[in-house]
């Protein structure tokens, strides 16, 4: 039998334009606006996480890389990630 963890209820002001799509998202789902905000907030918090991971990769293999091109071309990576491209 599976359990359900505790809902907790948080307050938050959105700005119009981003409440709008977020009811257009809910109607065209058939669901409910609070269903559709936190799967918005689940996929980012994942998408965050695949980042981290990703740039952690990339500096495991910076640490392991002798070759210069190599290196040169991950620390341009890490860059992009860290400060846009």
Partial sequence: MATLEKAVRKSVALPLRT?????ALAKSQHTSANRVLVDL??????????????????????????DPAARQQLKQELAELTFGA
């Fill in 19 to 23: 409440a709008k799509r977020v009811s």
């Fill in 41 to 66: 907030i689940e996929a980012g918090l994942q998408s965050k996480e695949a980042e981290k991971q990703h740039y952690l990769g990339l500096v495991d293999k910076l640490s392991a890389t002798t």
